[in-house]
């Protein structure tokens, strides 16, 4: 008991000599930062500061009005090494551009533990921060772009997070880099509320464990989550919309829940490779080029999605059927069987992957007669006789109607140009 006494006095008497210092435009930034305690607060007022800070003790950067910390287009401009420092309301910009450097707007070091960097805009910098083995970061309501004219090959990621636990991504804007945020051997993390557009992926995400992924939109890059080598991942009311490539990629995952999320007007909405022993439930699919390309994945529970108005709902190739929906089934726009009884459920299963699916994808114009009596007719007879029936994907349950009542103003959200 003594004790806890001890450390809670000490605690209060650091905090009774921590002081708060104004910097003011014209003074000299990177000495205010050496010359304070720590547990200083650092107000900067508006301004402009030519500095490559190095902040190695507990301190409060904070910005009245939003001051510009510019680090003259060579290395780090603020590099963080201690734990518990605060980076608030500041505008980061011009790190140099060495990848094999990893310049960053920020650099959180090993060890800087329980980093909080919020309120901020990070433009012009290589990578907009680079944190690596350092714990429980916050990083909060941060705008971030990259160096817009570089080649996507030669920028950095908006955020790179390696070898980290229980980092908080919540609710940033990432643009015109790499990889928005590029996460390896980074577990126990929350990516909530964050908007990534105009790159090369959204979210670039391997080798990690134990996140929640929740409440992100992810729109206009070439891919826009892809999770790859991980597992035990929940991935939660996402919108993936307009990539040029895939919506969601899930290659190399197991034992995760995929649930919620609008998957809308990419090239691909899923693409599902070589996974397992995971829930992909309540999902739409809707107005992509292929709704679901699914290959060497087998045990998963697929029920309750929406899959609406994608050119081709479902690409599979595989030696022997894949069952989906057995136990409440799954909603197909395309699907032409009736409903007898009225309780809302197909009375023949949908088969996604007939005859008619592997002309169109051989001779693509075929298309153009989808609607006439002789396409339907060669469904019904490649129905009847199992001898011109390929492996598909089968729906024992179909859903005539969609549980997605908002579907519609999804369609048309394509990549531009």
Wanted: hydrophobic letters at 35%; a neutral charge.
């Amino acid at each position: 008991m003594k004790f806890l006494w001890g450390v809670a006095a000490l605690a209060w008497a650091s905090a009774s000599h921590a002081a708060t210092i104004t910097v003011n435009p014209g003074d000299d930034l990177a000495a205010a930062v050496q010359a304070a305690a720590p547990g200083d607060v650092l107000e900067i007022a508006r301004g402009k500061y030519r500095a490559n800070l190095l902040i190695d003790k507990p301190l409060t950067l904070r910005g009245i009005d939003r001051p510009t910390i510019s680090g003259g287009n060579r290395g780090d401009t603020i590099r963080v090494t201690v734990p518990d420092v605060v980076i608030d309301g500041l505008i980061v910009s011009d790190s140099g551009d060495s990848l094999k450097d990893q310049n960053a707007g920020i650099y959180i070091y090993p060890g800087a533990h329980r980093a909080v960097i919020q309120n901020c805009y990070l433009s012009y910098n290589l990578f907009g921060m680079w944190i690596e083995k350092a714990n429980d970061v916050w990083i909060e309501n941060n705008n971030i772009t990259g160096k817009r004219e570089y080649s996507s090959p030669l920028r950095g990621n908006g955020i790179q997070l390696y070898n980290t636990k229980g980092a908080k991504i919540i609710n940033n804007r990432i643009s015109f880099v790499r990889d928005a945020l590029y996460v390896d051997v980074s577990h126990h993390a929350v990516f909530k509320g964050n908007h990534l557009h105009n790159s090369r992926y959204g979210t670039h995400y391997m080798n990690s464990y134990y996140n929640l992924w929740e409440n992100n939109d992810t729109y206009y890059n070439r891919g826009g989550l892809a999770l790859m080598e991980v597992r035990n991942q929940e991935v939660r009311n996402n919108r993936a919309w307009g990539n040029s490539d895939h919506g969601i990629m899930l290659r190399t995952l197991q034992d995760s829940v995929i649930e919620g999320n609008v998957v809308a007007g990419n090239s691909r909405g899923f693409f599902i490779y070589d996974v397992e022993y995971t829930a992909i439930n309540n999902n739409a699919v809707i107005d992509n080029t292929v709704g679901v390309h699914l290959a060497g994945s087998a045990r998963n529970e697929i029920e309750g999605n929406d899959f609406i108005s994608n050119r081709e709902q479902v690409r599979y190739v595989g030696s022997r059927d894949q069952i989906w929906g057995e136990r409440s089934g799954n909603h197909w726009s395309n699907y032409i069987g009736w409903d007898r009884d009225g309780d809302g459920v197909g009375d023949v299963p949908y088969e996604a992957n007939d005859m008619v699916d592997r002309l169109t994808w051989r001779h693509p114009s075929v298309k153009l007669l989808m609607a006439s009596p002789a396409v339907q007719a060669l469904r019904l007879v490649s129905q009847q006789f199992p001898i011109l029936r390929v492996p598909s994907v089968v729906d024992p349950h179909p859903r005539m109607r969609p549980q997605y009542e908002e579907w519609s103003k999804w369609r048309g959200k394509y990549f531009p140009g």
